[in-house]
C-alpha cells in the first residue's frame, strides 16, 4: 500500500469512527437527564472520536506528504503545487483545494472536540454527539467512495490516472507521471494566505461549540446553564472570524488590484454575514446573563449562526454561485451531499427549537429607555438586518437556481454596481452600530435616571458635535468632494461610539474596575468604521490622465480615466507628484533588493537562473559579480516607478508587480503601497506590453564601422569602443575551437545615461552565430553582424521597438490606518473578554459596580 | 402595544424595504436588443449580457482596437450576443490582459448612443482545472 492509499483509508477510518462516535454519545445522552449519561456507550463515543482524530490527523500527514515530496501521480499535487514552490506555500497548496480545506475545517473540530472531551464534563454527551454528527457530515465530503452510481465525496487521494484517464499519454505509457506540477495560484503566493485561512476556518469551527451547546440545552431541557459556557466559546469564535476576516481584506488590498479591500464579493459576504449574526448572538447571550432577557433571541440567533456557516459553504462550494463569484472553488458535484448537510441541521435544530419554544423563559420585565438592556437588544436586531440584507442580495443566483428547479427561467443578476449597492443601506448599519454601541456602553456600567444618563452622555455629546463640525469643515476646506449626509452621519456616530467608549475606559480604570473588554472591542470597532469612510469614502485616484490626449470625446466628462500611460525614463506629472517608470526587476532570493533586469542575463532552458552581467551589490555589500550564475524568481516582475513630490522634492519608489500567467488568463497585476501614517498610496500596473508577445523590432540599420567610431542611432549616439574575445560569461557554451568575439559599443542614452552594449559574434562547430544585445530602457538591440579583419571594420545591424512603458494606476487611501488599528483593538478586546470571563466564571457584569461610588460622583 | 411588538413591526418594515431596494437595484441578464429597448425608454440602468468574440476565418478576433500608446483608457471590441446580434461595447478602462482567450464575456454596463458602454467585464476562461494540458505528457518517455 502506497501514502494515497493508506491516507484514503484515514477518511475511511475517520468517517466510520465519526459515526460509531455519534451513535455512541447519542445514546449515552438519549433519554437521560444532563451529567447522568450512560458511562458505557458515553466511552465508546469518547473512544470513537479519539480514534476519528488519530485517523484525520494522519490523513492531513499523507496529504501533506504527498505535496512536499511532489508526488504529481496524485492529481492533488499535481494541480495545486510544483517544483520550485518554498516549502511555506506548500502549507498554502493543502488547503487551495476543496479537499484540503474540508480537512483544515475538519481537524480544527478535532481539536476542539478534544479540548471538550477534557473539560466539558456533564455537557460532554450531548455536545460530543452533535460534535461528531457535524463531523460525520464533513468527512463524508472527502470519502471518495462510490455507492452504486453515487458518488459520495471527492477524495484529494485520486490519482492522476483516475481523474484523466482519457489523456493520450497513457495509452502510450501507463506509469507516466508529470513533471512538474501546475502550481500553486500565483495569488495566493502570500503569507497572508498561509495565515488567513486557518483563521477563518478556526473561526467556523468555533460557531460550532456554542450552537452544539445551544442543542444541548434544547435537547436535555437545560434552558439556561448552556448560556456560560456559549458565551465564552462565542466570544474566542467572535474575536477570531472577525480578525480572519480582515486578514482576508488585508490580503486582497495588498495582492488584488480591485483598488480595495473589500469587494462585496458573495465569497466575502458569505463570512460576513455568520459573523455578523455571531456577534448579534454573543450579545443576547450577554443580555441573558446580566438582565435575564432575550433567551428566546439567544437560541435563535446561535443557531441561525451556525446554519448560516453551513449556507455560507453551500453557497462557495456547491457552484451555485457559478459567474457571480470571482474566487469561488471550483465544482466538485458535491452540490447534492451539500445541500443534504445543510438541510439536516436545518431540520434538526429548528423542529428542536420550535418544540422547547414555549419552555424557554421570557422576562416579564418591560424595558425602559434607561435599561442598557433595550438599546444592546436593538443593537442586535440591528446587526442581524444588516446581515439579512447582505444575505438577501448575495443569494440571487440560488433564487435563480430555485425557480430554474422547477422549470422556470429567472434572468435576475447582481447589481451591476454591488460597492454602491451595499454601501448605501450597509453604511447604516455602521451608523446605528457605532450610535448603540456608545449609547448602551454609558448606560451598562450604572443604575440611570434621568439625572446620570445627562451627566455620563454631556461631555462625549459635546466633543463628539465639536469634533465632527471640525472635520466637516476640514473637509470642506481642503477636500474636493464634499460631505454628504450619510457621511456625517457616520462620522458623527462614529465618533461618538469612539468617545462615548473612550470616556467609560477612562472612567473603569479610574474606578479601579477591571479593564473592559467590550469598550475596547467597541472602540475598535468606531474607529474601524470612522477608517472606512475616510479610506474608502475619499479614496482618490492620482493617475487621472490629465495629458487632454483621448481617443474619443464621447462622454468624456462622466467618465473617469484613471489609468496613465508611462513611458520609461520620461517623467509624468500626476496630482502633486512626478512620476517615473525606470524599469523591470526581479526578486532575485538573498538579495535584500529587487535586481534590474538588465543586470541578468537569462539562462536558456532554466528560467529560475540567470547571469550577472554586472556587480549586484545593494549599498556597501557585493552580493554578486558579474559572471556569477544566480537564483531568479521569474514568476514576478516588478516595475520601478519613482516618486517625486513636487512640493517638497521628497521621492519614494513602488515596485508595484505582474506575472503573466498563461494558466490564469494573462497579467496579474499586484499593487505595491507606501505607507505614511494618514495615507497610504497605492497603485498598480494595469497594463504592459504583453511580456510572451515577440517584440516588433524595426528593420536592422546597418553601419560599418571602424573601432572609436561614432554611430548615429535615430534618437542617441553610440560609439563603439572595442572588440575582444567573448568570456565564456553568457552562456555560450563555447568549446576549444569555437571563436566568439564580442563588441563593446557605449550608447548615450538620454540625461548623460551610459548603456554598454556586448553583441557577440561567434564560430560555433564552424557555423557563424550572432548574439545579440538589446538595451530595454532605449528599446534598441545591437548584432555584430561581419569582421571584415583586414580593413579592421565591423558591421553592426541596430533595429528599434518601441520603447517599454506601462499602464499605471495610482491612488491615495486616506487614514486607512484607523481601520487596521480598529482591527487589532477589537481582536484585543475580545481577547480581554475572554480571559475575563474564564478567571471569573460566574461574574456578573453590572452589579460589580459599585452603584454608589457612581452616586457619589455625580453629587 | 408593547415595545416588543413595535420593535418588531420597525424590523419588518425595514426587512421589506431591504427586500424592495435589493429587487430595484438587482440587474438582469438582456441581450442587445432588449438592451436597446430599455435605453430607448429612457432605462439608465446597468444590465448584463453574456456574449462571445466574433473570429474571422483566421481565428482573429475582429473589431478589437486597444491603443494605450494613444489612450490608455479606451478599449473597443464587438460582442455577439446569444441571439446572434453583433453590437459595439466601449470600455474605458485598459484593455484585460486575457481578453483574447476568453470563451465568453459577460459585461454590465448600458446602450448610449448606439454604443454599449461597459463599465466592468468579466471573462470567463477555459477552466484551468480541466482542460489544462499536462506538461510533457504529449512526449512519451
Known amino acids: 500500500m502506497n501514502i494515497g492509499d493508506w491516507g484514503h483509508l484515514g477518511v475511511i477510518v475517520a468517517f466510520v469512527a465519526a459515526v460509531v462516535s455519534a451513535l455512541g454519545y447519542f445514546m449515552a445522552a438519549r433519554g437521560r437527564a444532563l451529567g447522568e449519561a450512560d458511562a458505557s456507550w458515553q466511552r465508546l463515543g469518547r473512544g470513537a472520536f479519539i480514534v476519528h482524530g488519530v485517523a484525520v490527523i494522519g490523513v492531513i500527514v499523507a496529504l501533506f506528504g504527498i505535496i512536499h515530496g511532489h508526488r504529481y501521480e496524485y492529481y492533488y499535487a499535481w494541480s495545486h503545487s510544483s517544483n520550485h514552490l518554498p516549502v511555506y506555500y506548500m502549507i498554502s497548496c493543502f488547503w487551495e483545494g476543496q479537499e484540503g480545506s474540508f480537512l483544515l475545517w475538519i481537524f480544527w473540530h478535532v481539536l476542539i472536540g478534544f479540548w471538550l472531551i477534557r473539560g466539558a464534563k456533564q455537557w460532554e454527551a450531548p455536545v460530543m454527539a452533535v460534535f461528531a454528527f457535524v463531523q460525520l457530515f464533513l468527512t463524508s465530503m472527502i470519502l471518495g467512495v462510490m455507492l452504486g452510481s453515487l458518488k459520495l465525496g471527492s477524495s484529494p487521494f485520486i490519482l492522476m490516472k483516475e481523474f484523466m484517464p482519457d489523456l493520450p499519454v497513457y495509452k502510450l505509457n501507463p506509469d507516466f507521471v508529470p513533471q512538474d506540477g501546475t502550481g500553486l495560484n500565483p495569488l495566493l503566493q502570500n503569507y497572508w494566505m498561509v495565515i488567513h485561512p486557518p483563521t477563518l476556518f478556526l473561526g467556523f469551527a468555533l460557531t460550532l461549540v456554542p450552537f452544539a451547546y445551544a442543542i444541548a440545552g434544547l435537547w436535555k431541557g437545560q434552558l439556561t446553564n448552556w448560556v456560560q459556557p456559549a458565551i465564552r466559546w462565542s466570544l474566542v469564535g467572535g474575536g477570531i472570524l472577525g480578525v480572519g476576516i480582515m486578514m482576508g481584506a488585508y490580503w486582497a488590498y495588498e495582492t488584488l488590484n480591485f483598488g480595495g479591500y473589500w469587494n462585496w464579493d458573495p465569497v466575502e459576504n458569505a463570512v460576513y454575514i455568520p459573523w455578523l449574526v455571531l456577534v448579534a448572538a454573543l450579545h443576547a447571550l450577554v443580555l441573558w446573563q446580566r438582565g435575564k432577557t432575550g433567551l428566546r433571541t439567544a437560541f435563535s440567533l446561535v443557531v441561525a449562526t451556525f446554519l448560516l456557516v453551513l449556507y455560507a459553504t453551500f453557497l462557495t462550494r456547491s457552484g451555485v454561485l457559478g459567474n457571480a463569484s470571482v474566487h469561488s472553488f471550483t465544482d466538485l458535484g458535491l452540490s447534492g451531499q451539500l445541500l443534504i448537510y445543510l438541510l439536516a441541521f436545518v431540520v434538526l435544530s429548528i423542529g428542536l427549537l420550535v418544540w422547547r419554544w414555549k419552555q424557554i423563559p421570557v422576562s416579564e420585565k418591560e424595558l425602559t429607555m434607561y435599561h442598557p438592556e433595550l438599546w444592546v437588544f436593538i443593537g442586535a436586531t440591528v446587526l442581524c438586518l444588516g446581515a439579512f440584507q447582505v444575505l438577501v442580495t448575495t443569494s440571487i443566483p440560488v433564487y435563480n437556481a430555485l425557480v430554474g428547479f422547477f422549470g422556470v427561467k429567472s434572468n435576475l443578476a447582481l447589481p451591476a454596481d454591488q460597492i454602491a449597492h451595499y454601501t448605501k443601506i450597509q453604511l447604516w448599519l455602521g451608523v446605528f452600530v457605532a450610535l448603540l454601541s456608545g449609547i448602551a456602553q454609558l448606560l451598562w456600567w450604572q443604575r440611570n435616571d434621568k439625572e446620570t444618563v445627562s451627566a455620563t452622555f454631556t461631555i462625549p455629546a459635546i466633543l463628539t458635535l465639536l469634533g465632527a463640525s471640525l472635520v466637516i469643515l476640514l473637509v470642506r476646506q481642503n477636500g474636493d468632494k464634499q460631505m454628504s449626509l450619510p457621511y456625517i452621519a457616520l462620522l458623527t456616530t462614529g465618533l461618538f461610539g469612539l468617545l462615548a467608549n473612550v470616556s467609560m475606559l477612562i472612567q473603569l480604570v479610574r474606578r479601579g474596575v477591571r479593564l473592559s473588554g467590550g469598550a475596547v472591542s467597541h472602540i475598535g470597532i468606531a474607529l474601524m468604521l470612522i477608517g472606512i469612510l475616510a479610506s474608502a469614502g475619499y479614496s482618490k485616484i492620482i493617475s487621472q490622465n490629465t495629458s487632454g490626449l483621448l481617443y474619443s470625446r464621447e462622454f468624456s466628462e462622466e467618465l473617469n480615466r484613471d489609468n496613465v500611460l508611462l513611458w520609461r525614463n520620461d517623467a509624468a506629472k500626476m496630482g502633486k507628484y512626478e512620476l517615473t517608470y525606470t524599469g523591470q526587476y526581479f526578486d532575485v532570493p538573498g538579495v535584500p533588493e529587487y535586481v534590474n533586469k538588465e543586470l541578468l542575463f537569462p539562462v536558456a532552458n532554466d528560467e529560475y537562473k540567470a547571469i550577472a552581467r554586472g556587480e549586484i551589490k545593494v549599498g556597501e555589500k557585493t552580493y554578486y559579480k558579474s559572471g556569477d550564475t544566480l537564483e531568479v524568481r521569474p514568476e514576478d516582475t516588478y516595475y520601478r516607478v519613482n516618486y517625486k513630490d513636487t512640493k517638497t522634492g521628497k521621492e519614494f519608489v513602488l515596485f508595484p508587480r505582474a506575472q503573466a500567467n498563461e494558466e490564469m488568463g494573462g497579467l496579474l497585476a499586484s499593487p505595491d503601497i507606501k505607507l505614511f501614517w494618514d495615507h497610504d498610496v497605492y497603485s498598480h500596473v494595469s497594463s504592459v506590453p504583453d511580456p510572451n508577445k515577440e517584440k516588433d523590432w524595426s528593420e536592422a540599420k546597418q553601419f560599418v564601422v571602424a573601432m572609436n567610431d561614432t554611430l548615429f542611432l535615430n534618437d542617441y549616439f553610440a560609439v563603439f569602443k572595442n572588440a575582444e574575445a567573448a568570456h565564456n560569461t553568457a552562456g555560450l557554451g563555447l568549446a576549444k575551437d569555437d571563436i566568439a568575439v564580442q563588441g563593446d559599443i557605449i550608447v548615450y542614452g538620454e540625461k548623460g545615461r551610459q548603456y554598454h552594449v556586448h553583441p557577440v559574434f561567434l564560430v560555433k562547430n564552424g557555423m557563424v552565430g550572432r548574439v545579440a544585445d538589446e538595451v530595454e530602457d532605449l528599446g534598441l538591440r545591437i548584432t555584430l553582424d561581419n569582421i571584415d579583419p583586414q580593413q579592421g571594420k565591423f558591421t553592426f545591424g541596430v533595429s528599434t521597438t518601441q520603447k517599454d512603458y506601462v499602464i499605471l494606476k495610482a491612488m491615495e487611501k486616506p487614514f486607512i490606518n484607523l481601520l487596521w488599528s480598529g482591527t487589532l483593538l477589537m481582536g484585543l478586546g475580545f481577547g480581554i473578554a475572554v480571559v475575563q470571563r474564564g478567571r471569573k466564571p460566574k461574574a456578573a457584569p453590572a452589579a460589580k459596580v459599585p452603584l454608589g461610588a457612581k452616586r457619589a460622583q455625580v453629587a | ?141
Do not use: W
Open chain 2, 1 to 141: 402595544m408593547k415595545k416588543t411588538h413595535l420593535l418588531a413591526l420597525v424590523v419588518i418594515a425595514i426587512a421589506i424595504s431591504v427586500v424592495m431596494a435589493t429587487a430595484s437595484d438587482a440587474s438582469v441578464y438582456v441581450s442587445f436588443g432588449e438592451a436597446k429597448e430599455l435605453a430607448a425608454d429612457g432605462d439608465l440602468r446597468k444590465v448584463h449580457v453574456v456574449g462571445r468574440l466574433p473570429h474571422d476565418a483566421q481565428k482573429n478576433i475582429v473589431g478589437m482596437q486597444y491603443n494605450p500608446t494613444v489612450d490608455p483608457n479606451y478599449f473597443t471590441f464587438m460582442l455577439v450576443d446569444t441571439n446572434k446580434v453583433q453590437q459595439q461595447v466601449v470600455y474605458f478602462n485598459p484593455k484585460p490582459q486575457d481578453f483574447e482567450k476568453s470563451e465568453q464575456v459577460v459585461i454590465t454596463g448600458n446602450m448610449r448612443n448606439n454604443v454599449f458602454v461597459a463599465d466592468k467585464i468579466l471573462l470567463k476562461c477555459p477552466s484551468k482545472y480541466v482542460e489544462k494540458d499536462v506538461k510533457g505528457a504529449t512526449a512519451a518517455r
